[in-house]
């Protein structure tokens, strides 16, 4: 099974501020990767797939980027509403296997 | 628009079974994919597995096989997830996904939580 090693699990920003986010996969996962937002209660919800595809309906501040083993979630000017926990998900292989997830918390 | 409703919360024994059903609308069911994925309480997504709502074929992730079935009523748009002789690490919330994952299309309902406690 691939792993994936999310970091940081913890995060602590202000609005306004630039923040990333790092999976690290256990093999090559040739770009296979999702990026889900979660808030409190709710379910998952898509943010880019395949590294650096935009979902629909997603705000331009959030990008994602990487290749091989290391790929990165980019939030370019954080708002009040993107407060929540991040995981990656890779999709290279069966079983599809998520990162630990990174809680984005209010400075 | 396009919407997965799951039935509705659940408190069971050890031992007991449950089955949590997820309703597909806004969409051809058959065209995509069900995957299943159980999120313990304040802990990350584990993948169970998935089933082809087209030839009804699941496939378990190694973790879930044994007591967990997938099935579906398609005639109903309906995908099911049944969990026999339940333990207490079943405790968790279960969330149906209709996802293409290469692809935008990607609806998850809105999660079903099982208790188990005796």
């Known amino acids: 099974d691939i792993q994936m090693t999310q970091s940081p699990s913890f995060l602590s920003a202000s609005v306004g501020d630039r923040v990333t986010i790092n999976c690290k996969a256990s093999q090559n996962i040739n770009k296979y990767l999702n990026w889900y937002q979660q808030k409190l209660g709710e379910a998952p919800k898509r943010l880019i797939y395949?590294?650096?595809n935009l979902q629909t309906g997603i705000p331009s501040r959030f990008s994602g980027s990487g290749s091989g083993t290391d790929y990165t979630l980019t939030i370019s000017s954080l708002q009040p509403e993107d407060f929540a926990t991040y995981f990656c998900?890779?999709?290279?292989?069966?079983?599809?296997?998520f990162g630990s997830g990174t809680k984005l918390e209010i400075k | 628009q396009i919407q997965l409703v799951q039935s509705g919360p659940e408190l069971k024994k050890p031992g007991e079974s449950v089955k949590i059903s997820c309703k597909a609308s806004?969409?051809?069911?058959?065209?995509?994919?069900m995957h299943w994925v159980k999120q313990a309480p304040g802990k990350g997504l584990k993948w169970m597995g998935w089933?082809?709502?087209?030839?009804?074929?699941?496939t378990y992730a190694d973790d879930f096989k044994g007591r967990f079935v997938f099935s579906l009523e398609a005639s109903a748009s309906t995908a099911n997830l049944q969990i026999s002789n339940l333990k207490n690490e079943d405790t968790a919330t279960y969330f149906c996904?209709?996802?293409?994952?290469?692809?935008?299309?990607?609806?998850w309902g809105q999660g079903v939580m099982v208790t188990v406690s005796s």
């Open positions: 806004g969409y051809t069911f058959t065209d995509y994919a």
């Open positions: 089933i082809n709502t087209y030839t009804g074929k699941p």
């Open positions: 998900l890779q999709h290279n292989s069966f079983p599809l296997t």
């Open positions: 996904w209709g996802v293409i994952i290469r692809a935008p299309f990607d609806y």
């Open positions: 395949n590294t650096n």
